[in-house]
């Protein structure tokens, strides 16, 4: 679509308010379309409707400002209303692990389930003109594989309550792959869009919906790269589904493989930095994601690689390759710890600042976040740990018990014998190293969980470096 041609305009629904609703609805809206986010928590909508964001995420405050005053976007805890009005509702609840590993998807049921009630209660499927419209239902939220069929079912057992057997929908299946922290960019500049459905009709709906960013016709302030089409990937439901289990899945392997190999760096002496620079450049292998250091987190990684080795485990399937790269993910925490003690002997009476505590930088989610094992593990072990981040310490407070959280970087290092930079946020890696130093008890071990901060620099600064796979 050229720039300045008609843009089919669509009233979009998205049920859940959280990190990937209100960016979806954000950047639905900007691109043209009328959205109403639902969420059920009515706290977090009223400070929605105020412009009061209940997450951090970079831009996405002025987006939502935006689009709710020139209005585009709206915020309710009214689902049946949300419903009725919709031609595309999104499912972007959670779906948090099960003590078995496996999804967990009662959220995902209680809004399919209230779908078919609010459709037999609306007498659905005619739209303005009277013509034959189904509801296009679509699972945003990430699901393991044969979800698509199972929300049809419970939408179909929500309209036989709402005393309908005959409401018209479609269950499309439309994973999300943008990043915590860049989530606004990735929205609206996705490397691709995946589409699974059973029907024509549906996926043409959602080829429209998704036009503007697919031909990148919308209008940007600081349009960040050239204009591309961006690929757009059809398939059945079930590959969908299964496509982002494997893309995260990959993703935390790739990282788990260079652990291993900085490791094996550590003990052979080699520098695992220049490893990863030497094996990066080659195309098949490609420089992303081969960090070293303390590992994968986070509200996505952890969860959907157990989800796929539970759908594994129930075909009977032994996933060894994906029970490794938990496995040595799970052993790099603990690596933190033997860090310490190398230098520090025992741990009991010690002080330990955190340095960075979200999972990630540019985000304050702390969702397994590996500052919250290291955290405990200190504490267990009799050290004092004080913890720092430049937006997470709020929420790092309430569910941190063992952690003393501090709001300035300098006051957690002071009268510390150890730091360890857990999150490379980058006022972490500019700090004065000299400054440091001063604050510091000997012997001022530093350790450097993401291999983000120049070993020599940290050394001249009279500091002791240790840091992952660097000889
Ligand atoms: N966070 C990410 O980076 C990311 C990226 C890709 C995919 N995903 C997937 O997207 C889904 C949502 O993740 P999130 O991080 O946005 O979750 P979140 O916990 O931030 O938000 C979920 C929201 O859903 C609301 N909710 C739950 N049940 C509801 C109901 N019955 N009715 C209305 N609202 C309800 C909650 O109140 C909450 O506000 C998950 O399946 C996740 O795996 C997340």
């Given at each position: 679509m050229e720039m300045g041609s008609v843009l089919e305009e669509f009233n979009v629904g998205v049920v859940g308010a959280g990190y990937v609703g209100i960016v979806t609805g954000a950047c639905l809206a900007q691109i043209g379309h009328r959205v109403t986010c639902v969420d059920r928590d009515a706290g977090r909508v009223a400070d929605l409707e105020e412009g009061r964001m209940p997450i951090f995420e970079p831009g996405l405050e002025e987006l939502v400002v935006r689009n709710v005053r020139q209005g585009q976007l709206r915020f309710t805890t009214d689902l049946p209303e949300v419903v009725r009005e919709a031609d595309i509702l999104f499912i972007a609840v959670d779906t948090p692990q099960r003590g078995d590993g496996s999804a967990d998807l009662s959220s995902v049921g209680k809004v399919a389930r209230a779908i078919g009630r609010a459709l037999a209660e609306a007498s659905p499927g005619a739209d303005k003109t009277g013509r034959e419209r189904p509801l296009v239902v679509v699972n945003?939220?990430?699901?393991?594989?044969?979800s698509g069929d199972y929300v049809s079912m419970l939408i179909k057992e929500g309209a036989t309550e709402g005393g309908s057997s005959g409401v018209s929908y479609r269950v499309v299946s439309n994973p999300e792959f943008l990043r915590e922290g860049s989530a606004v960019y990735d929205c609206l500049f996705p490397d691709r869009i995946v589409l699974g459905a059973e029907r024509r009709d549906a996926l043409d709906t959602m080829r429209a919906l998704y036009e503007p960013i697919i031909e990148q016709s919308f209008p940007t302030?600081?349009?960040?790269?050239?204009k591309v089409t961006v690929p757009f990937v059809t398939t059945d439901l079930v590959s969908a589904e299964m496509i982002k289990y494997a893309a995260n899945a990959f993703l935390a392997t790739k990282i788990s493989f260079i652990n291993e190999i900085a490791t094996i760096c550590e003990l052979v002496g080699a520098d695992v930095s220049s490893v990863a620079h030497g094996i990066g450049l080659d195309e098949r292998i490609?420089?992303?994601?081969l960090s070293a250091g303390i590992g994968w987190g986070g509200s996505c990684f952890p969860k959907d690689v157990a989800a796929l080795r539970a759908v594994a485990r129930e075909y009977d399937h032994e996933p060894v390759l994906l029970d490794a790269t938990v496995a040595v993910n799970e052993r790099q925490s603990k690596r933190v710890i033997s860090k310490l003690q190398r230098d520090?002997?025992?741990?009991?009476?010690k002080r330990v600042a955190l340095l960075?505590?979200?999972?990630?930088?540019?985000?304050?989610d702390l969702r397994e976040a590996p500052s919250l094992e290291i955290a405990h593990a200190l504490d267990q072990r009799g050290a004092r740990a004080a913890g720092y981040d430049p937006v997470a310490g709020k929420k790092a407070q309430n569910l941190l018990p063992d952690l003393k959280v501090v709001f300035d970087p300098y006051e957690a290092l002071a009268g510390a014998h150890a730091a360890v930079l857990v999150t490379e946020w980058e006022e972490l890696r500019a700090l004065d190293l000299e400054r440091v130093a001063s604050l510091m008890?000997?012997?001022?071990?530093?350790?450097d969980g993401r291999n983000a901060l120049d070993p020599r620099a940290v050394h001249d600064a009279g500091l002791l470096y240790r840091g992952f796979g660097r000889g």
């Open positions: 945003k939220s990430t699901v393991p594989v044969g302030q600081a349009d960040p790269r050239p490609g420089s992303r994601f520090l002997h025992t741990l009991k009476g960075g505590l979200a999972f990630k930088p540019n985000t304050d008890e000997s012997p001022k071990l530093l350790v």
